[in-house]
């Protein structure tokens, strides 16, 4: 099993419409996660970070299930600009240092 | 207030031959993460430098190597490259111990041919 999963997409939505990404994680010891945008050959961005149950940001809500080891984004209301790829991402720490696992990504195409 | 610089921002190798790429850390930043991110895939961790020493690898071969600076830059080597290397390699620098102050340069897009 992939430390971190996601639905690769890519998902097709409307101007204005919701969309909800999936991301499962392994290691149940990983307290925080984080969601990171990239667009086309850019670098990742960080989006949202989440350490307890929920965090919401303008359009955007992240939510974190642990019993269920289970991260979601929800896109509200979404632009053209939203379009990129959404990247689910958990911490691992090792013997005092922490790095970034990164899912495999989930592409969002936008369109009027 | 720099953020995370890297070069150069492309690169064209052939097969067998050795590559070098370079980060900058953000300013105040003391490790330096390097990722190799494949068309259509998710960032791959390949190792992290603290203190000029690696602590931490992936599940890379010794064909990858690094080195960092006193200033807190960093290389990162392939030798003996292969088809497969082609990709984006991606720096992030942070401060040790933190896993939400991550910053990404804008990578080094590696060709082999």
């Known amino acids: 099993r992939k430390e971190v999963e996601q639905d690769p997409g890519p998902f097709n939505v409307p101007e204005g419409a919701t969309v909800a990404f999936n991301c499962t994680y392994s290691?149940?010891?990983?307290?925080?996660f984080f969601w990171y945008r990239q667009d086309c050959r850019k670098e990742p961005k960080l989006l949202m970070s989440?350490?307890?149950s929920g965090n919401e940001d303008g359009r955007f809500t992240a939510q974190l299930n642990r019993a269920s080891q289970y991260i979601s984004l929800l896109i509200r209301d979404s632009k053209l600009s939203d379009s990129a790829t959404y990247l689910c991402?958990?911490?691992?720490?090792?013997?005092?240092?922490?790095?970034?696992?990164f899912g495999a990504g989930t592409r969002l195409a936008v369109h009027p | 207030d720099a953020g995370v610089t890297q070069s150069p921002t492309h690169l064209i190798k052939t097969r067998g031959q050795q590559v070098t790429l370079r980060c900058s850390p953000k300013?105040?930043?003391?490790?330096v993460s390097w990722y190799q991110q494949a068309l259509g895939q998710g960032p791959q961790f390949i190792f992290q430098?603290?203190?000029?020493?690696?602590?931490q690898r992936g599940n890379f071969p010794d064909r990858f190597s690094g080195h960092q600076f006193p200033n807190y830059s960093s290389e990162l080597n392939v030798n003996a490259l292969l088809l497969g290397d082609s990709a984006l390699y991606l720096c992030?620098?942070?401060?040790?111990?933190?896993?939400?102050?991550?910053?990404f340069g804008s990578g080094t897009r590696l060709t082999v041919v």
């Open positions: 992030a620098s942070s401060l040790a111990g933190e896993h939400y102050g991550y910053t």
């Open positions: 290691n149940s010891a990983s307290q925080s």
């Open positions: 989440v350490y307890s």
């Open positions: 991402v958990a911490p691992m720490f090792s013997g005092g240092y922490n790095k970034l696992i």
């Open positions: 300013s105040g930043h003391d490790t």
């Open positions: 430098y603290y203190e000029e020493e690696e602590r």
